[in-house]
């Protein structure tokens, strides 16, 4: 059976030709008037665009830093996260219902941190066992009691959804992962759009695409909107780790864009309370800190204190309400591999509503009866570490050798708590331009959730697709490639 596609109503088992078409498939109706222009293109001239946007990313900066990845003179490699020129098309009435259902899961979401760093209801009416969170490597003790503005913990939220079904039938999407710490990748969003407009104009007077470019303007109303209270006009600042952070084109990117200054630990200062930032016209009080660095490193007197990447006495200044972070520290606690199966129960606990979206059916390792059911079908199953992140730590089992899958058995029964697993779904595939042409490549989709006062997102999201045939992992840190993604006005 084939795995559902975007484009087309089955899809062909071979690559469809270099002028894109799949003999004997009809086009889904969104499709239809991005299909007819794409047959109409020069294949040499598509090629000339693909090398055109290339050498645009490159000239601008648009590198993902890939740790542990050396070149030849041992220093650090930087790769082109590469860019598709066939968008991925959603129409408006399916985005409605991912709008609604995101909304809905991340609204949950946040009211279970609250409640994890405050009454602990859900715990205490056993819907979530209380070791699962308590015990939990991101729990922070520190968090508890704190006051956070607007009782909003996790402002930007990334949630990877995938579509999986048949050719034939109707694809079903799911949450895949809920990214609540520093998602990534909007800044990807934005360059495919700005390039897609640069190389095919003409495209978009085709066809009504809602616009993303507004989501600095309302990225930056989130985080003034997470101010302590009292503030008129709240200094915002994009806190980095640094030029040699993967994500760190992202970082200076979306500073640049919100018209906010870019910081580093060692621009910031505690004093009496209040965290400051040195400038040449002297200290200028923060209210604001749109955080790029995990927990750990945020502040040396309180967690790591080898860390220079942070600023000391931030979590004092934070705890008296003297500041705000965003995302909230201790929100790692809500997107744990672990945690991720109970976010129906949430939903359904704080909300009184049926989940619109589905997760994918997970079996948890530290339950003995899902634990005998994995280890029977390793060689069926995605398995997963609860911590691992960027397609690491994790099994394919079908894509797997024997001897790759009993390193696995035995990682796995030496640590069952630390892993969950998953059916290998077939993702959906998308037409997407390879050395040989165009063929079907998997994709995922990675929305950005905005949570202030109110709950909203630009129309659409990341798409990330998996350049080597047949792969499932999309991540850029394993060679995965972005797209535009279209949602249809009408």
């Not at 000239?59 to 490699?77: C, P």
């Not at 190389?199 to 003034?224: C, G, I, K, Q, S």
């Not at 790591?304 to 004092?316: E, N, T, Y």
């Amino acid at each position: 059976m084939h795995a559902f596609d975007e484009m087309y109503e089955a899809l062909a088992t071979t690559p469809v030709d270099a002028r894109g078409y799949a003999p004997g498939h009809p086009v889904r109706a969104h499709y239809q008037a991005y299909a007819q222009w794409l047959a109409a293109q020069d294949a040499e001239l598509m090629r000339s665009r693909r090398e055109e946007a290339e050498m645009i990313f490159r000239r601008v900066g648009i590198t993902f830093a890939v740790y542990g990845a050396k070149d030849e003179d041992g220093a650090g490699t930087e790769r082109l996260i590469p860019f598709d020129l066939i968008p991925r098309i959603i129409p408006a009435a399916e985005w409605r219902m991912l709008e609604r259902g995101l909304a809905q899961r991340v609204t949950a979401l946040n009211r279970f941190i609250h409640d994890v760093y405050h009454g602990q209801e859900i715990l205490k009416a056993g819907v979530i066992p209380a070791e699962q969170v308590l015990n939990n490597a991101q729990y922070r003790p520190v968090m508890q009691g704190v006051a956070v503005p607007n009782q909003i913990y996790s402002h930007i939220s990334g949630v990877d959804i995938v579509r999986a079904g048949a050719a034939d039938g109707s694809g079903e999407y799911y949450v895949l992962e809920d990214n609540l710490r520093v998602p990534s990748g909007v800044s990807y969003m934005l360059e495919d759009r700005k390039m897609m407009m640069r190389l095919f104009p003409n495209l978009f007077n085709r066809h009504r695409v809602a616009p993303v470019a507004h989501y600095p303007d309302l990225l930056l109303e989130t985080l003034r909107a997470s101010s302590p209270g009292g503030t008129a006009n709240p200094t915002v600042v994009v806190l980095t780790p640094g030029m040699y952070n993967s994500a760190y084109f992202e970082h200076a990117f979306l500073a640049q864009q919100m018209g906010v200054e870019l910081v580093e630990g060692q621009d910031l200062f505690v004093k009496d309370g209040f965290v400051f930032m040195r400038t040449t016209r002297g200290p200028q009080r923060v209210d604001v800190i749109y955080r790029r660095l995990d927990d750990d490193f945020l502040d040396p007197k309180v967690f790591r204190p080898d860390s220079s990447l942070g600023c000391a006495g931030l979590m004092d200044a934070y705890r008296a309400g003297h500041v705000a972070i965003c995302n909230a520290v201790g929100t790692g606690v809500a997107d744990d591999k672990s945690i991720y199966p109970y976010v129906p129960k949430m939903i359904e606990f704080y909300l009184g509503e049926k989940p619109i979206l589905n997760n994918v059916p997970t079996y948890m390792c530290r339950d003995p009866k899902d634990l005998a059911y994995v280890m029977a079908h390793l060689k069926d199953l995605v398995v997963k570490e609860v911590h691992g992140a960027g397609g690491y730590g994790m099994l394919v089992g079908p894509a797997s050798t024997a001897a790759e899958i009993e390193d696995f058995r035995r990682a796995v029964l030496a640590k069952p708590e630390g892993y969950i697993a998953q059916p290998t779904l077939s993702l959906s595939s998308c037409p997407t331009y390879v050395d040989s042409g165009i063929a079907p490549r998997h994709i995922d989709l990675r929305p950005f959730v905005l949570s202030g006062k109110q709950v909203q997102m630009v129309p659409g999201g990341l798409t990330r697709v998996a350049l080597k045939e047949g792969s499932l992992v999309v991540n850029s840190s394993q060679g995965g490639g972005t797209k535009d993604t279209w949602i249809l006005e009408v």
